[in-house]
């Protein structure tokens, strides 16, 4: 399969795993998990087309685990809208990390800070190129935020990482930013 076909079931599997697995009569579990055999046949994808994927992902976005029940299960490691709970432990984050946005927004965030809005938190990227190629999904001028995580946490907000490298904060108050 061509690689622009796999970005378009990747996507369409984004949008099961982490805002709606009912549109394809799924439900996940207390963690964000689904039966493989059973996100096959609701999603009408063979095996070889999953793998691909899952393997060839640019953000390895979906991991595949078996369970103590011996039954293979997938999910989203991050970006649900769906009440979920993923289970990560708390880890203590780099002393900068990243944030690319749309400069349109700019004004709103200096405003508020980073907030979650439909997502579980807010999504930091580790270094500066990540937080560029995220920024620029919004198309438009894209601004790269800095943020003091290494402040934050001393300060008692809590990090997490997630299984893909994506770092996540439920929010960034204004004044741990720093802004282009
Ligand atoms: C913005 C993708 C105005 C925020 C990426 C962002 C990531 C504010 C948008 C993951 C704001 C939310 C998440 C405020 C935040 N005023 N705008 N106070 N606070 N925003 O998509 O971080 O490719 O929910 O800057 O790679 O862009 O799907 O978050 O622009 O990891 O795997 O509100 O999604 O991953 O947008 O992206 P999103 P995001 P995937």
Redesign the pocket.
Known sequence: MEQHQLVKVS?RM?KVL?HDPARVGLTLDAAGWVPVERFLTAMGLDRPTLDAVVAGND?Q?FAIAVGPDGVERIR????H?VPIELGLTPAEPPELLF????AA?????K?????????HH????PDTG?AR???A??GGATVI?TVLAGQMARDGHTFYR?D?G?WLTDE?PPEYLRVP
Do not use: E
């Open positions: 996507k984004s982490r953000k976005r989203a490691s991050q970006g809208s944030h690319g946005t749309a927004v700019l004004a709103s965030i405003a508020t800070g980073l907030n979650r809005g439909g997502r807010v999504h930091l990227s990540t190629r995220v920024g999904r919004r935020l997630s893909n994506v960034v």
